[in-house]
């Protein structure tokens, strides 16, 4: 029997016929209300309009001037459907016969003007996306290892109501434990072509190691990319960050500043999280990497010279340095929520 889902509030979802389902920001975990970010308490808890250049970023290690020795070649992973382990129905195709890299592909067929994806993690945390209708195929991927998986996709009916037309549950072996942060993907989408590759790959020239390409990356975005105010008071509900498109307009809100670092990264083969939660009470969006040294570097801000501490590239941008010691504290101000 077809049920109906209300989207409500920050995108819980009920069925209407009572039974209850897992609930999830309606937009991803982006209940965008990352209009607020900047607002009120703002996504960027406290960004200015006019951001400081580079003053968080000032304790950075130098790096070299010259070719480095470590190479800059760009390494951009290009997901597929072979069609081996296929799910769906004349609507819509769940091609997850690479569950094991982490990722999977969906594809919609069908004329609603609005379609959700719900994918349910096996530690039971909902991700809600929206379908980009006529989009082909689009990537998402599968960021809590393996276990079961539950897949909805609903179609609106009319207001905040949507019916399922589709839903199975799968069974994932993560295989690549980096794929799902080296791959792009809906929230952190580039390809080869992607102006951003190649950005990444002049920066990375100069670099030695993983940690000089992340150091550079970094200063880069703090020094050139400048928040974007008047977008954070008019975004919509279902806004994707473009990676490009932040790199040629040099401004963006917080989950822009986190797409084009997390796309720069990736292409030099630097597993990267793009991660979203609460900055104190705000809703935001900022990074974590890996570097084999060190392993996972989660929410680093600057270097030191010793050890990287809190990265979130929008607040490094916006704010004092100052400021910035103040917020950020020992970490705890940071709560994740989704990884992208």
Known sequence: MSVCLSFTGCGSAAYVDGASSSSGSEDGGLPFALGSDGQKSGDDAGAQSTPASGEAAAEAEPVPSGPGTRDNTPVVR?????????????LVSVDASNSS???????????????????????????????TIGGGVEVFPLTVDSGTYSIGIFENVAGTEYSTCFR????????????????????????????????????AYPANTDLDVVTIVYNFM?????????????????YLPDPDRTLHSCTGICLDYACLTASMLRSQGIPTHLEVGYASTAYH????????????????????????????????????????????????????KYIY
């Open 78 to 90: 290009v997901p597929t459907q072979p069609g081996t382990v296929v799910f769906g129905n004349d």
């Open 101 to 131: 890299d982490g990722y999977i592909s969906v594809e919609y067929f069908g004329s609603s003007p609005k379609v959700k994806m719900q994918l349910t993690c096996p530690n039971t945390t909902t991700y809600t996306y929206n379908l």
């Open 168 to 203: 199975t549950d799968f069974d994932v072996t993560i295989t690549d434990e980096y794929g799902p942060y080296l791959y792009p993907n809906q929230y952190v989408n580039f390809t080869a072509d992607n102006d951003c590759v190649a950005k990444a790959e002049e920066l």
């Open 222 to 238: 703090v020094q050139n990319v400048t928040y974007d105010t008047q977008l954070a008071n008019t975004v919509e509900s279902g």
């Open 285 to 336: 969006a900022w990074i974590s990497v890996y570097l084999k040294e060190t392993g996972w570097v989660n929410g680093i801000i600057e270097f030191n010279g010793t050890s990287w501490e809190l990265m979130d590239p929008t607040f490094a941008a916006s704010a004092s340095a100052a400021e910035l010691q103040e917020f950020i504290g020992d970490g705890s101000n940071y709560d994740t």
